[in-house]
């Protein structure tokens, strides 16, 4: 079993849509969650970071469930130029700051 | 502009001529990382470093080599490469201290074909 899964999609929807994505973890230790964007063939970066109480940043809102091990990702309103790959991304849950990252989920806003 | 750089960011090479990519941040960061990506299988660490003279094994380094001499780099070293090791290389550092990791910082990325 991996220790984040995701499901790769693509998700294919129209702007303006909302879109959500889960992402589930495996190690109960793990404190520290985040989902990152990465364009095609580019460098991943932050999107957010995902507190225990739910963030929210503009049309972005993650969501961390840790009695069920999963985290997700809603997307509002969505943009053409948030066709992108987002990375589910835990700490190792050891006192080293090692990240481990999901595979990703593709996501294609058409016009 | 607060970066952190790779090079080169292409390389075709053949099996067995040793190379180096060099990695370097201007943010003062304590931690460092490799990663290598490869399609289905996500970002995959290769060494990191949690501070001058400090490195260790990540998930994936067999036939990979770093140092961490100075603070700014990172260098990975490939000493007989092989086509396995054909991949896009990210490095990674972010500034470490107590609790949670924070945010990782990525390089543009090296995309290595060993032929």
């Known amino acids: 079993r991996k220790e984040v899964e995701q499901d790769p999609g693509p998700f294919n929807v129209p702007e303006g849509a909302t879109v959500a994505f889960n992402c589930t973890y495996s190690?109960?230790?793990?404190?520290?969650f985040f989902w990152y964007r990465q364009d095609c063939r580019k460098e991943p970066k932050l999107l957010m970071s995902v507190y225990s109480s739910g963030n929210e940043d503009g049309r972005f809102t993650a969501q961390l469930n840790r009695a069920s091990q999963y985290i997700s990702l809603l997307i509002r309103d969505s943009k053409l130029s948030d066709s992108a790959t987002y990375l589910c991304v835990v700490n190792s849950g050891d006192s080293s700051y090692k990240l481990i990252f999901g595979s990703g989920t593709r996501l294609l806003v058409r016009p | 502009e607060a970066q952190v750089t790779q090079n080169p960011r292409y390389l075709i090479t053949v099996t067995g001529k040793k190379l180096t990519v060099t990695c370097s941040q201007n943010?003062?960061?304590?931690?460092m990382s490799w990663y290598r990506q490869d399609p289905g299988l996500g970002l995959r660490q290769i060494y990191y470093s949690m501070n001058v003279e400090v490195t260790d094994k990540g998930d994936v380094p067999e036939g990979y080599k770093v140092s961490r001499k100075e603070k700014r780099n990172f260098p990975l070293i490939l000493e007989s490469p092989s086509p396995n090791q054909t991949s896009l290389y990210f490095c990674?550092?972010?500034?470490?201290?107590?609790?949670?990791?924070?945010?990782?910082?990525f390089g543009p990325g090296t995309r290595l074909t060993v032929t």
């Open positions: 190690n109960s230790a793990s404190q520290s």
């Open positions: 990674a550092s972010s500034s470490g201290g107590q609790g949670p990791p924070y945010e990782q910082y």
């Open positions: 943010m003062n960061h304590e931690y």
